[in-house]
């Protein structure tokens, strides 16, 4: 069972995240992080989490206000995506789900899913390591038209390690 857990504001990460379960493929359960707890989280072998970016590049007010320091994600797989604004917000486009990244490296999780920045109009940005994005960056506000077949391209990169 993946456990897809995401923190959404105006609800485009809920959007993708409920996508995401329809086109997976795999048993899943969609999970908003605002009615869940560590152990709950913690109790997943494999993980997709999600979170938008707010204010100046921070995490969704829920992710914000978890104690991310209580996951123990030590051996588990897990793959991110952001949401953010990649022209009003430009030179911190997706921070959020770099915040998110670092945490769950730090609970000992083994990320998976890093998407190219090609193809992308931004600035900068915090959830770039490497040259790649640390999960699927999707920007609803200026991009909606390619989400879906980003989606779609990174659920098919992912799925083996799901599987």
């Known amino acids: 069972m993946i456990g897809i857990i995401y923190g959404s504001s105006m609800g485009n990460t809920e959007e993708v995240a409920n996508f995401i379960s329809q086109n997976i493929g795999l048993e899943n359960e969609v999970v908003n992080v605002s009615n869940a707890n ?4 913690n109790g997943y072998d494999k993980l997709i989490m999600a979170t938008s970016t707010w204010g100046s590049g921070d995490l969704q007010d829920d992710w914000d206000a978890f104690d991310l320091g209580s996951l123990s994600l030590g051996g588990k797989t897990v793959a991110l995506f952001g949401l953010g604004d990649s022209q009003s917000y430009s030179d911190e486009f997706c921070n959020g ?23 992308y109009s931004f600035d900068g940005s915090d959830a770039v390591r490497d ?18 077949d980003r989606v779609k391209a990174w659920l098919e990169a992912i799925k083996p390690s799901f599987a």
């Open 131 to 148: 040259g790649k994005f640390v999960g699927l960056a999707l920007d609803a506000d200026n991009e909606s038209d390619k989400t879906e």
């Open 97 to 119: 789900m770099a915040k998110l990244y670092d945490a769950v490296v730090a609970a000992g999780a083994n990320v998976v899913g890093s998407v190219s920045t090609d193809g």
């Open 38 to 41: 560590a152990a709950q989280i």
